[in-house]
């Protein structure tokens, strides 16, 4: 017998008395509100779908000492904690860990490790990774690699760019290199004519 539980049209209620669905929980308060909590032998809280003071909703699992290991988070920040992700593998040796079952032999897109877009295109957009340091104020990262497609007809094409910025300040990072979509790598020219093409000096050592 559940306190304040009711069954309407097969659906069951908990804390409210006309569910909307299969299993509907209602919290007492507007606030730090627990919806479902599950606890060991000890009374320590394992996994819990709650709500704190500040309306924040949360998704949580603890190991046996109350430590998070996993936490889910709307408006309170905490998107994902914990130790290493491994997918595809059971024990992680790094903060993300991708692994295959059997590395692949040929270069196709079911081969991808990491896939960065895919459905979204457009004329001179940018796919990137940036690197360092960053603040809730930042506006731009130290480093960048990624892709841009140039032109976004058929199956699209476009070129890897890399830049770096030689500034502490929180600017822009400029475009150091490039390589197009035809193999032409450009050193200091975002538009390289040539299988290589550099601005400014440079030394070839034997």
Request: aromatic residues 10%; hydrophobic residues 30%.
């Amino acid at each position: 017998t559940f306190a304040g539980t009711s069954t309407f049209a097969n659906f069951v209620g908990i804390g409210i008395t006309a569910p909307t669905a299969q299993l509907s929980v209602k919290g007492t308060g507007l606030t730090s509100q627990k919806y479902f909590d599950t606890v060991d032998s000890g009374g320590v809280g394992q996994a819990r779908i709650y709500s704190d003071s500040s309306g924040n909703g949360y998704l949580q699992l603890d190991d046996t000492s109350g430590n998070t290991d996993v936490q889910l988070s709307t408006g309170g920040d905490s998107y994902f904690t914990g130790g290493n992700v491994g997918i595809g593998i059971n024990a992680p040796t790094a903060l993300l860990n991708l692994v295959k079952a059997t590395p692949p032999l040929t270069i196709t897109l079911a081969s991808n490790y990491l896939q960065i877009g895919g459905a979204e295109s457009g004329t001179n957009t940018y796919r990137i990774i940036g690197f360092g340091y960053n603040t809730a104020s930042t506006t731009n990262f130290p480093a960048y690699m990624g892709y841009q497609e140039i032109t976004n007809t058929g199956n699209t094409k476009g070129d890897l760019v890399f830049g770096t910025r030689d500034v502490t300040s929180d600017t822009l990072a400029s475009e150091q290199m490039r390589i197009t979509s035809a193999g032409n790598v450009g050193i200091g020219t975002t538009s390289p004519a040539y299988t290589l093409d550099t601005y400014g000096t440079f030394r070839a050592l034997s």
